[in-house]
């Protein structure tokens, strides 16, 4: 997977600011877990709307015991060439902002397998999502492959976009609730989604 990221370095430990280069794609990121980061940013793409499609996933800490049932830890939005990695996990209050968005139905949030996701978000926080698609029947349809309707990111990506990526357990079943994520954890899943929601529009 062709990707390469500029790290801005900020000194505020409250968030940090990434251009990552996805393929021929410029993608301006905000990692954070302060409410106030999060409020701005919704606010800047509320402001200058650039679809109604919004890229949504999310990702916890994996579960190796049995009853054991860890929260989710990041909440991945991304619209336009904006996207926002909030570490909910670690969070200082959730903001009535995120939940104000997620909730619109002016907005259609997309992902592959996204309805467990948006049940999980439910349980673990009390927060829902209005109005959500999975692109898995929608690639389903438009490319007429009746099996892309159970396929994964991967097999979407090699057929969607033709491009090739790997997904590393290393990065997959990794420690999302540590308070520093790395890159390939940051960055992995929800820029590939946004690339066939751009495809898809």
Wanted: glycine share 4%.
């Amino acid at each position: 997977m062709t990707v390469t990221i500029f790290d801005h370095e900020l000194p505020d430990e409250t968030h940090n600011l990434y251009d990552i280069s996805f393929f021929s794609t410029s993608i301006h990121t905000l990692l954070t877990y302060h409410s106030s980061h999060v409020t701005s940013w919704l606010r800047d793409v509320t402001l200058s709307p650039t679809s109604n499609l919004i890229g949504f996933d999310v990702e916890w800490r994996p579960n190796f015991q049995r009853n054991q049932d860890n929260p989710i830890a990041t909440v991945q939005l991304c619209t336009g060439t904006k996207c926002l990695i909030y570490h909910i996990v670690h969070a200082d209050m959730i903001p009535q902002s995120i939940l104000n968005f997620l909730n619109n139905t002016s907005y259609t949030f997309v992902g592959v397998g996204i309805a467990a996701d948006v049940e999980k978000l439910l349980d673990d926080y009390g927060i829902t999502v209005g109005k959500y698609v999975d692109l898995r029947p929608v690639a389903a349809s438009v490319r007429g492959i009746r099996q892309l309707k159970n396929a994964g990111l991967k097999e979407l990506t090699r057929v969607v976009l033709e491009k090739e990526i790997s997904k590393p357990k290393s990065v997959t079943m990794s420690r999302w609730d540590n308070p520093w994520l790395t890159s390939s954890q940051g960055f992995r899943g929800f820029l590939v989604a946004f690339r066939i929601i751009r495809k898809a529009e």
